[in-house]
């Protein structure tokens, strides 16, 4: 788990029978997904980490 989530979060997946490691926010990577769906559109994604954005021209 993230250690910017909310200790309660790890408490609860532990509750729910989880184990639960809490990294070091240094190793966690960045995800970015650009994704064709059935009809040929694509959808791409990034999250606020990441150095890209999504752009259609």
């Not at 729910?16 to 960045?30: L, S």
């Not at 994604?45 to 150095?51: N, Q, S, V, W």
């Amino acid at each position: 788990l993230e250690p910017a989530f909310p200790s309660d979060f790890a408490a609860e997946l532990r509750r729910r029978g989880h184990e639960v490691a809490v990294g070091d926010p240094i190793n966690f990577g960045r995800g970015q997904i650009i994704w064709r769906d059935e009809y040929g559109v694509l959808c791409g994604g990034t999250e606020p980490r990441a150095d890209g954005c999504v752009a259609a021209w």
